[in-house]
């Protein structure tokens, strides 16, 4: 069974900086086709598509944030860490990782159940 | 960017209706469309990717066609553990965009 969980900080102030961890279970990010991805959604808001790590470390960022993201692999294989610089309150979401689903499209299956983040002093 | 316009924003409808949102891409992306549902504190699930190719699983009242430009996501007998919030996404490039949202509930 394939399954992802979120762990970071409730509670960021503005100007820090976020750092989320997606322990990943039932597969691996080692091969070029697997990915995982980075989704938010505001209270009360849409979803937002952060950005996305590839098996063979290739990235991708959304344009509207690339200056303040950074998606890596963790110490291990089964973990994808995000880090967000100068944190503001309107970074303030629910935050999701999720596997691609598949080798050759760009969906998202499974995801994990979220980390709340709120950025407030 | 590539925008993904979802209508209506918000619907009701009685159990065992039909139900149809659609999302309107702003240049064309072929088929690469998916359809996700999302309930009130927990994660979204997919539905539909590719446009028209339902997850195993999912139950077949859901539903989803189009390609180009215009697609559409029907629910054919609406339950009502179908309350929730729908969202069209892309993956023509990057950024993966998702539409606004639907917000469906039971009239």
């Known amino acids: 069974q394939i399954t992802l969980k979120e762990s970071g900080p409730t509670l960021v102030k503005p100007t820090q900086t976020l750092t989320l961890t997606c322990d990943l279970s039932?597969?691996?990010?080692?091969?070029?086709?697997?990915?995982v991805a980075w989704i938010r959604q505001p209270p009360g808001k849409g979803l937002e598509w952060l950005a996305l790590?590839?098996?063979?470390?290739?990235?991708r960022y959304s344009p509207l944030l690339r200056s303040r993201l950074t998606i890596t692999k963790g110490t291990s294989k089964n973990q994808v860490v995000l880090t967000l610089t100068n944190a503001d309150p309107t970074d303030t979401a629910t935050y999701y990782c999720?596997?691609?689903?598949?080798?050759?499209?760009?969906?998202?299956?499974?995801w994990g159940q979220g980390a709340q983040v709120t950025v407030s002093s | 960017d590539i925008q993904l316009t979802q209508s209506p924003s918000s619907l009701s409808a009685s159990v065992g209706d039909r139900v149809t949102i659609t999302c309107q891409a702003s240049?064309?992306?072929?088929?690469?469309l998916n359809w996700y549902q999302k309930k009130p504190g927990k994660a979204p699930s997919l539905l539909i990717y590719?446009?028209?190719n339902l997850k195993t699983g999912v139950p077949s009242r859901f539903s989803g066609r189009g390609s180009g430009t215009d697609f559409t996501f029907t629910i054919t007998g609406l339950q009502p553990e179908d309350i929730a919030t729908y969202y069209c996404q892309h993956y023509h490039n990057v950024p993966y965009t998702f539409g606004q949202g639907t917000r469906l509930d039971i009239k």
């Open positions: 790590i590839y098996g063979d470390d290739d990235k």
């Open positions: 590719d446009a028209s």
């Open positions: 999720a596997r691609r689903g598949d080798l050759w499209g760009m969906w998202f299956d499974p």
């Open positions: 240049q064309d992306i072929s088929n690469y």
């Open positions: 039932g597969f691996s990010l080692t091969t070029s086709g697997e990915g």
